[in-house]
């Protein structure tokens, strides 16, 4: 994969049947204050309206490219098929139900631009519903050390927030593995955790769409957590508190 523009950012947005929030989607990506951006749109097999709106979406932008798996393969297919043609020097993932701030992208490539070990950065979200309403707020740490401890999708940071620069990763490092649900975002951080700091900026840059607020890990969850926990420590050299293992599992999980 050769990365063709210093601060070409890459838009991963994996879409299933996802039409009703799909357009305020687009238009908050497309609205980014820093222009410089393409998004990678993998439309897996949806039975509503979601791919006609990305080929609406697509004739105005050019910015945005649209492929559709010949059937239903899960999330982690279509990220990683999104990967594989992603060109820029920085990446994100988005949720297809999310929004962005028009400035969340332009202060977070800043924030990483001005840091020669930060392999990146998240934001801090207000929680909505499908109807828009404010239903809650994150409060995630800002500091790598606290990140390291607690490396997990929700508890420490949004994935689907994070910018990540790629200049300092070896490449074939981001895979979404089909094999870590739920946990697939969490095994990309902990990865991460590897090659730089990590941070979040204390504001308020996403809104992030969820029903319920105050879900947290399942216990038929806690032996895929433990599994990810002694892998990561085995194969990453992740060395976590066993403290930090039980905050983590009983921690609600905003996903």
């Known amino acids: 994969m050769k990365i063709q523009q210093q601060n070409l950012i890459s838009v991963l947005l994996p879409t299933f049947n996802v039409g009703h929030f799909l357009p305020q989607c687009l238009d908050s990506i497309l609205a980014q204050s820093h222009e410089n951006i393409e998004i990678i749109a993998i ?14 979406y697509k004739k105005f932008d050019k910015r945005l490219k649209i492929y559709r798996n010949v059937k239903h393969y899960g999330k982690a297919v279509s990220l990683n098929r999104s990967l594989n043609k992603a060109k ?5 993932v988005m949720d297809a ?4 701030y028009k400035d969340r992208l332009k ?6 631009e001005e840091r020669e070990k930060a392999v990146a950065v998240g934001v801090e979200c207000n929680y909505i519903d499908s109807k828009n ?14 990140i390291y401890h607690k490396p997990l999708h929700s508890v420490s940071m949004n994935f689907e927030t994070v910018l990540i620069k790629r200049a300092i990763l070896p490449k074939d490092l981001i895979k979404f593995n089909i094999d870590a649900h739920p946990f697939m975002y969490s095994d990309i951080i902990i990865k991460l955790l590897q090659f730089g700091t990590i941070s979040n900026l204390p504001a308020f840059l996403h809104y992030h769409r969820t029903e319920n607020p105050n879900k947290t890990t399942s216990l038929k969850q806690i032996p895929n957590l433990f599994k990810l926990w002694v892998k990561s420590m085995d194969s990453y050299d ?18």
């Open 43 to 56: 439309d897996d097999f949806s039975r509503d309206d979601t791919w006609k709106i990305l080929k609406i």
């Open 88 to 92: 820029g020097a920085y990446l994100t």
């Open 97 to 100: 139900k999310d929004m962005m």
């Open 107 to 112: 202060k977070q490539l800043k924030f990483l």
């Open 133 to 146: 309403k404010r239903t809650g707020k994150s409060d995630f740490p800002s500091e790598y050390d606290a």
């Open 238 to 255: 992740y060395k976590p508190s066993v403290r930090s293992f039980f905050l983590s599992a009983f921690k609600p999980n905003f996903s």
